[in-house]
């Protein structure tokens, strides 16, 4: 194992799937990329087969040189499954998240553990999960695949980046970016949706947000 290395940095906060704020200053631990991306990878491995897709974001995938944590998104394969009386015959059907299941039984092994936040609090809920694998940091975000990209390109960051995907043209970020969404449209419940109509709108793939934004496509390790 390489040692790790105590650098100062903001530390950022970002409760749920698309939720970002202002970080405050701290001292994290930072780990080197290429030992990062290696876990991510066996992360993925665990899981890849109740993903219908499944991808690495955050600062690894914007090729930083180390990172505090690792961002997967990842949509869960959920399959209607139905239930069968002592005859054999179909008494309802429901649904079956297999990523969800596949979790929980990560959890009961003891490979992957719920990592509690600055508050002492867990975050395990339907959209995102805080954990920790091989003693490091993982943030799950677990779009449908219906919200793939928006979810994708708000988890790449970085968090100045994301603010102003989320805030609207006519307004200003806290951090005094001009905000990057069309005053028609906002984000809410992790869908891109027009304002005044409430319609949702699908962003199955990252380029689909920038071309509804109007934006020219950015690679992510050039997004500041």
Known sequence: MH??????????????????CRPLSSTVT???????EAIA????????DACLQVEIAGSLRRLLPDV???EIVAVPRVESVPSLDM???VTQVGEVDFLGVHLAALLDSGLIQKR?????????????????????????FTPSAERWGLILAIRTGPWQFSNALVTPR???????RRGLLPDH??????????????????????????ELLKLRWIEPEHRL
């Open 3 to 20: 040692p790790l290395r105590r650098l100062p940095r903001p530390s950022r906060q970002s409760p749920g799937e698309t939720g970002w």
């Open 30 to 36: 930072r780990l080197p990329a290429h030992e990062a």
């Open 41 to 48: 990878k066996r992360f993925i491995r665990r899981i890849e």
């Open 68 to 70: 505090g944590d690792i």
């Open 87 to 89: 005859f054999g015959e």
């Open 116 to 140: 509690p936040r600055s508050d002492g609090k867990t975050f395990w809920g339907p959209k995102a999960k805080y954990l920790t694998f091989d003693g490091t940091p993982i943030d799950l």
């Open 170 to 176: 006519s307004q200003k970020t806290r951090e005094g």
């Open 185 to 210: 449209l906002r984000v809410q419940d992790g869908w891109l949706t027009e304002r005044m109509s409430g319609r949702r709108i699908e962003t199955p793939e990252e380029r689909d947000v920038f």
